[in-house]
């Protein structure tokens, strides 16, 4: 099983950009196969078995479906505990929560309308806006996600920057003295909305300043981009790792299952669940072209539903 990572994911995304400093902090070797920013993502799918959101990650045969389980899986090939959501120390897990919830939606939806048509036209283009915009409509339209609007996405972004600011104060990063999960994923809403805006952060946020220069600089290791048929070639030659052994019972074990985020972009993976630990489903799909393939999901956040 080769243990080089291959990232799929396309550089404007915020969540890809958490897994992508994540790798240059470890100064790590990975690879990088672009998807659009929109399905379909044919360089992808045939892996995930449908899986709808960016980033995706890859192993060998192994996909990880979820910065969560991505997260952890640089963890664990880097020995670094500090970079998984689930042993994160101090208020890790407070932070991650708070990132990943309303402030993520809010580092848009706070920005002026005109300024993110801006953006978008010059990122993507007019047609290349419609498109963007058509779908990220739809993906909201089945999932439990109720992004905040307006007023309250504003201050729920200003709030943000006045909690990290004070939480910054004398230090240089968010829980202990090294970059952890916490850092990454406090981080990655406010590129968002730093990209949205095309503004810097407000000077008078001095320690958050000084933070986010930090952690830009940490960059993103050794990028080496590959095509879409070597990822495939990998999944190929490679067989899904070991199972863990540490198995929850309780769980439809070797039945058909489906599993998909309950919060937005629903679209359900099926397979036959070959394991659930605390934290984690492993789904095992059987492919034509690459054999059989293990994808990775948290539990939360997700739902499994047999059949
Ligand atoms: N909880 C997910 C959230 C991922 C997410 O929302 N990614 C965005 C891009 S940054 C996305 O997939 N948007 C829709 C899309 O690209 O199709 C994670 O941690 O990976």
Redesign the pocket.
């Known amino acids: 099983m080769s243990e080089t990572l291959v990232l799929h994911h396309?550089d404007a995304?915020?969540?890809?950009e958490k897994i992508r400093l994540m790798l240059g902090w470890k100064g790590l070797h990975w690879q990088s196969l672009v998807s659009p920013?929109?399905?379909p993502r044919p360089k992808v799918d045939p892996l995930s078995g449908g899986y709808?959101?960016?980033?995706i990650a890859q192993i060998g045969a192994d996909i990880f479906c979820?910065?969560?389980v991505?997260a952890q899986e640089v963890a664990r090939m880097t020995d670094d505990p500090a970079l998984d959501p689930e042993q994160v120390g101090g208020d890790g897990a407070e932070i991650i929560a708070r990132a990943?919830g309303d402030v993520f939606f809010s580092a848009i939806a706070s920005v002026s309308p005109l300024i993110l048509l801006g953006t978008l036209l010059r990122t993507v283009g007019p047609l290349g806006m419609l498109r963007f915009a058509r779908?990220?409509v739809g993906?909201m339209r089945d999932g439990t996600a109720k992004p905040p609007q307006g007023e309250a996405a504003r201050s729920i972004m200003q709030n943000y920057l006045e909690d990290l600011e004070q939480r910054l104060a004398g230090r240089e990063f968010l829980v202990g003295s090294e970059p952890s999960i916490a850092d990454f994923s406090a981080f990655h809403p406010l590129w968002l909305h730093v990209a949205s805006r095309r503004a810097p952060i407000d000077a008078r946020y001095e320690n958050l300043v000084r933070w986010y220069q930090r952690m830009e600089a940490l960059g993103h290791g050794q990028r080496q981009e590959i095509a879409r048929e070597r990822a495939f070639e990998i999944a190929s030659s490679a067989a899904p790792r070991a199972l863990p052994a540490a198995g929850d019972n309780e769980q439809p074990i070797g039945r058909s299952v489906s599993v998909a985020?309950t919060d937005?972009?629903t679209v359900p993976v099926t397979g036959t669940l070959v394991a659930a630990t605390p934290s984690r489903y492993i789904v095992a799909r059987e492919t034509d072209d690459f054999g059989t393939v293990h994808v990775h999901f948290p539990r939360r956040?997700f739902s499994l539903v047999e059949g």
């Open positions: 396309y995304s915020p969540y890809a920013p929109q399905p709808r959101r960016i980033p979820d910065t969560f991505i990943e779908d990220r993906m985020p937005y972009g956040g």
